[in-house]
């Protein structure tokens, strides 16, 4: 069998405006992107070997929708405070060239941030399976995933970071499995 060639992915976070909720989105998927690119040999989610990914920003919708026609390293989308019109059209669009999408929701209003009870490192992940709907499928995550401060304490900043490490795992590898479906040697 032929090696497989290495492969640079984009994920393209589109986040309206400026400030510390962008700084803080950026430094939590950038994150998250180093150890899916350099930690391959731990167990757990994590990009192939021959994968690689890095981040791009825009600022609007527009944007994207044409890169989306343009170009075909587009990975996965993350889509933060979108109008709904927006974010419909682009789930879509994504839905149409197979890309991944993840969106974020916006977390409950006048909820008190309130510490989350310490969880055992040797977890265990739940996964729930659903009714299929008539919206595009999509990974969904917290806005304060991505926007929450950055100086909070270490084991839910970590959470977080890890919350992103699977939906890029998860969005890109799908992209790069449709696109590159593993060959299996025959039998005879």
């Not at 944007?63 to 933060?80: N, S």
């Not at 919350?163 to 039998?187: D, S, Y």
């Amino acid at each position: 069998m032929s090696k497989p060639r290495n492969v640079k992915y984009k994920v393209v976070l589109v986040f309206p405006g400026f400030g510390e909720e962008r700084d803080n989105a950026e430094q939590i998927v950038e994150e998250a992107l180093h150890y899916l690119n350099t930690e391959k040999d731990e167990p757990g989610m994590r990009f192939a070997y021959q994968v690689s990914a890095r981040l791009e920003i825009v600022p609007d919708a527009g944007q994207v929708q044409a890169r989306l026609r343009t170009e075909d390293d587009l990975a996965l989308l993350i889509l933060h405070d979108l109008a709904e019109d927006e974010q419909a059209a682009l789930l879509q669009e994504c839905q149409e060239r197979q890309v991944p999408v993840c969106i974020t929701l916006p977390s409950p209003k006048n909820a008190r941030r309130k510490p989350r009870p310490r969880r055992p490192r040797d977890r265990q992940l739940k996964v729930v399976f659903r009714e299929h709907s008539d919206e595009p499928p999509c990974h969904k995550v917290l806005d304060t995933t991505l926007t929450g401060p950055l100086d909070e304490d270490q084991d839910e900043l970590m959470d977080r970071v890890g919350q992103m490490i699977t939906v890029l795992a998860l969005g890109v590898m799908e992209f790069h499995w449709r696109r590159n479906p593993p060959k299996f040697p025959t039998l005879e």
